[in-house]
């Protein structure tokens, strides 16, 4: 009887461990929310599709560009202020 009532503890205790570890993960990404695409100003492209001429460049998102490759439109950008 003794047995009996220490394998259902131990059954009970493990049980419960598992149920707890496995309930304490933390869900993926579900309440955050989903972050929007920044779209540039309207005049803010056509500055840029002026710099891929200017530049001898392919036509590319400014996201989908190389961090040197942005840095150089943001160097560019801000010697040529009074483009519109």
Partial sequence: ??????????FAALLATSVLTTGCQ??????????????????????????EVETHRDHKEINQRTADEQKEYRDW?????DNH
């Fill in 26 to 51: 933390p869900a993926q990404n579900s309440s955050q929310p989903v972050q929007p695409v920044a779209q540039p100003a309207p005049n803010e492209t056509v500055i840029y599709n002026k710099w």
């Fill in 77 to 81: 950008r801000g010697k040529h202020p």
């Fill in 1 to 10: 009887m003794l047995v009996r009532k220490s394998c259902l503890c131990f």
